[in-house]
């Protein structure tokens, strides 16, 4: 039977007790949320909300085509700019979203001949653009220069470098300044995924590689999301204005994509001005990721020290990780669970994220549920 296949794969998930089902998220959710990305709680921000009904009225719900045909308005010009310069780059270029900016960034910049390095813990979006780039990829031991070092000095041709800045799943940070001089040495271009350091890390929030010394280095380019931290929609790549070219030239989520829509793109320009105001919520979100690691850990709970706003539990088993988030929900929090396959290592974890708009109560209560509810 065609797709029969399909069953024996559901069945083994089921017994693994993987299995993956959507839960819809009504409008006015009564949980005190610790799942989502929305870093700096900007999702329902007026100014951010305004700014996407704004974009939709003038230039409609969709940008009607492909940045190249049809699709780029004024307005992704204005937020291309504006990203460039808030985190120290030279150009952007904006895309439906991270994941396709990521699949952009390493295919466009790993072409047939040349060797891309990956930490092992990198984003599923930098493994996808391994897969579908030119170049060999060698995968390298988690946030370590030296194994770095090891495999540039394997290849002859070009080469490039690829880590997230800030890893999903624990939350800890790669070693920016080590890997830079690490491609220095070699004559490799490093490619970092910033998306969960913009807003949070660096002055402001202007992001990891700001923070590095890296923005704005001639071999250096930075992937970001605009659906975390500025709670909008979409991503961007930032680089030497001659990257950005070559993206425009031969990136094919970006050629054969339709542009960033309008309210997505006018929400993330709300954020950025908004965060640009007020650069004090990136300091106030990595101060609360603190507090909630500390609560955690002296209430006796096994959780990752955070480099940014991501906040990692361990859980004993995959079963046991899905039951605890199901009873925190039960107790009216949302937390995230990551298990296999979207873990490399295989432990499963509860997965928090510091928001800066959290309350000191509500990093109480949200302890005190996490503990009573431990397996
Ligand atoms: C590290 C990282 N890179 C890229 C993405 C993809 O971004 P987007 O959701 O905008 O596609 C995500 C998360 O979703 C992420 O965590």
């Given at each position: 039977?065609?797709?029969?296949?399909?069953?024996?794969?559901?069945?083994?998930?089921?017994?693994?007790?993987?299995?993956?089902?959507?839960?819809?998220?009504?409008?006015?959710?009564?949980?005190?949320?610790?799942?989502?990305?929305?870093?700096?709680?900007l999702a329902r921000h007026p100014e951010i909300t305004?700014?996407?009904?704004?974009?939709?009225?003038?230039?409609?719900?969709g940008s009607t085509g492909s940045r190249l045909v049809t699709g780029t308005t004024e307005l992704h010009g204005e937020l291309e700019?504006?990203?460039?310069?808030?985190?120290?780059?030279e150009a952007?270029?904006?895309?439906?979203?991270?994941?396709?900016?990521?699949?952009?960034?390493?295919?466009?910049?790993?072409?047939?001949?040349?060797l891309i390095v990956s930490d092992a813990g990198n984003h599923a979006s930098l493994i996808d653009g391994c897969r579908l780039a030119r170049g060999t990829t060698q995968v390298v031991g988690h946030a370590d220069p030296e194994a770095v070092r090891k495999a540039l000095g394997t290849g002859g041709g070009p080469a490039v470098v690829v880590s997230d800045t800030v890893f999903s799943v624990d939350g800890d940070a790669a070693p920016l300044v080590e890997l830079g001089a690490a491609c220095r040495e070699f004559g490799a271009g490093?490619?970092?995924?910033?998306?969960?350091?913009?807003?949070?890390?660096g002055d402001g929030g202007r992001g990891a590689p700001y923070a590095a010394g890296l923005?704005?280095?001639?071999?250096?380019?930075?992937?970001?999301?605009?659906?975390?931290?500025?709670?909008?929609?979409g991503g961007a790549v930032l680089g030497p204005a001659r990257v950005i070219d070559h993206l425009v030239n031969a990136a094919r989520t970006?050629?054969?994509?339709?542009?960033?829509?309008?309210?997505?793109?006018?929400?993330?320009?709300?954020?950025?001005?908004?965060?640009?105001?007020?650069?004090?919520?990136?300091?106030?979100?990595?101060?609360?990721?603190?507090?909630?690691?500390?609560?955690?850990?002296?209430?006796?709970?096994?959780?990752?020290?955070?480099?940014?706003?991501?906040v990692s539990v361990r859980a004993p088993s995959p079963e046991q990780a899905v039951r605890w988030a199901a009873d925190c929900r039960a107790a009216g929090l949302a937390v995230g669970c990551f298990r296999p396959p979207s873990v490399p290592d295989g432990i499963s974890r509860l997965r928090l994220t510091a928001r800066a708009d959290l309350t000191d109560g509500q990093l109480d209560r949200a302890v005190r549920v996490i503990g009573e509810t431990r397996p």
């Open positions: 039977m065609a797709f029969g296949w399909i069953d024996e794969q559901a069945a083994a998930r089921h017994r693994a007790g993987l299995v993956r089902t959507l839960r819809p998220r009504p409008a006015d959710s009564p949980l005190l949320d610790l799942a989502s990305n929305d870093y700096l709680g305004e700014g996407a009904a704004d974009a939709a009225r003038r230039w409609g719900g700019r504006e990203l460039a310069a808030f985190c120290g780059f952007a270029l904006v895309f439906s979203s991270g994941y396709a900016a990521n699949l952009a960034a390493v295919t466009a910049l790993a072409p047939h001949g040349s490093l490619l970092v995924d910033d998306a969960h350091g913009l807003g949070v890390l923005a704005g280095a001639p071999d250096v380019v930075a992937t970001v999301t605009l659906s975390k931290s500025l709670g909008s929609q970006f050629i054969f994509d339709t542009g960033l829509a309008p309210a997505a793109t006018g929400a993330a320009l709300a954020a950025l001005r908004l965060l640009r105001r007020e650069p004090e919520r990136a300091a106030r979100a990595r101060e609360v990721a603190t507090e909630l690691h500390t609560r955690l850990t002296a209430s006796g709970l096994e959780a990752v020290r955070p480099d940014a706003a991501v």
